[in-house]
C-alpha cells in the first residue's frame, strides 16, 4: 500500500525558534499534500492544502507567514512553524493524494511538536 | 464550508455490533470517508462512499445518504482493539478537494 512519511517524528524546540517538518510519499507520486493539526481529544482540522509546483492554499485564520509550506516535488512537501510558541505545541499530520487514485488520501504517522 | 457532526462517544460490549452515525452539510459533496484513528497515532483509511448506499469491507460497512446528508459507519463483531476513534470526513468537490473531518467518536470496547 501507499506509504507516507513524517520526519521528525518528534520534537521539543524553545519558544522563538523555526522547525521544519518534511512529509514524503514513499512510493507514489502526490500531486496534492494537505497539512492538518490536531489537538488532544479533538479532531484533525486543515491547515492548509499544497499542489506541486505552485503556492499552498491556507484556511481561514492560518497564517501563512507562521506556517511556510512548500511542495517543492511530487515527492515532498514542508511545514515550517517560524517562531514557535507554546500555543504551537500541536500533533501535525500530512496526507498526500494519490494522482492516480484521486479518492483516496494517505496519512503520515505525524509530528509532535513541544514549544518548551 | 460544512458541519460534521458524530456522536462525541460510544460504548459497546466485545462480539456485539454498533452503528456510529454522521451528519453533514456541505456547499459540494464529493465522497465520504471513515477513517480510525488510536491515541498518538495517524488515522488509518477504513471506507469510501461516494455513491448512495451500502460499502461493506470485512466486519466494517460503510453507509451513505447524499439527500439525507448522512452516513453511518457498522462495526460487527467487536473486538477489543476496536477500541479507537473513529472519523467521518467530508471530501469538497472544490478545485482541491479538500477533505474535512468531524470531530470523531471515541468507541471503548467493554469485555
Known amino acids: 500500500g501507499a506509504v507516507v512519511s513524517q520526519h521528525p517524528s518528534w520534537v521539543i524546540c524553545k519558544s522563538g525558534t523555526s522547525v521544519k517538518i518534511e512529509c514524503r510519499s514513499l512510493?507514489?507520486?502526490?500531486?496534492?499534500m494537505f497539512w492538518y493539526r490536531q489537538f488532544p481529544k479533538q479532531s484533525l482540522m486543515l491547515m492548509a492544502t499544497?499542489?506541486?509546483?505552485?503556492?499552498?492554499?491556507?484556511e481561514q485564520g492560518v497564517e501563512k507567514d507562521k506556517f511556510l509550506i512548500n511542495h517543492a516535488s511530487l515527492t515532498l512537501s514542508t511545514l515550517t512553524v517560524t517562531s514557535a510558541h507554546p500555543e504551537d505545541s500541536s500533533f501535525y499530520i500530512c496526507s498526500a493524494r494519490d494522482a492516480r487514485r484521486d479518492y483516496e488520501q494517505y496519512f503520515g504517522p505525524g509530528t509532535r511538536l513541544t514549544v518548551t | 464550508g460544512q458541519n460534521i457532526d458524530q456522536p462525541t462517544e460510544m460504548t459497546a460490549t466485545e462480539g456485539a455490533i454498533v452503528q456510529i452515525n454522521c451528519t453533514y452539510q456541505t456547499s459540494g459533496f464529493n465522497g465520504l470517508f471513515w477513517y480510525q484513528q488510536h491515541a498518538g497515532e495517524a488515522p488509518t483509511f477504513l471506507s469510501y462512499n461516494v455513491l448512495d448506499g451500502l460499502e461493506e469491507k470485512g466486519r466494517f460497512s460503510s453507509f451513505l445518504s447524499r439527500s439525507k446528508g448522512y452516513s453511518y459507519l457498522l462495526l460487527k463483531e467487536l473486538q477489543m482493539k476496536d477500541s479507537a476513534s473513529y472519523l467521518c470526513a467530508v471530501r469538497e468537490g472544490n478545485n482541491n478537494n479538500d477533505m474535512r473531518f468531524g470531530a470523531g467518536t471515541r468507541l471503548t470496547v467493554k469485555p
Open positions: 499544497s499542489n506541486e509546483g505552485s503556492k499552498a492554499t491556507y
Open positions: 512510493d507514489f507520486q502526490a500531486t496534492t
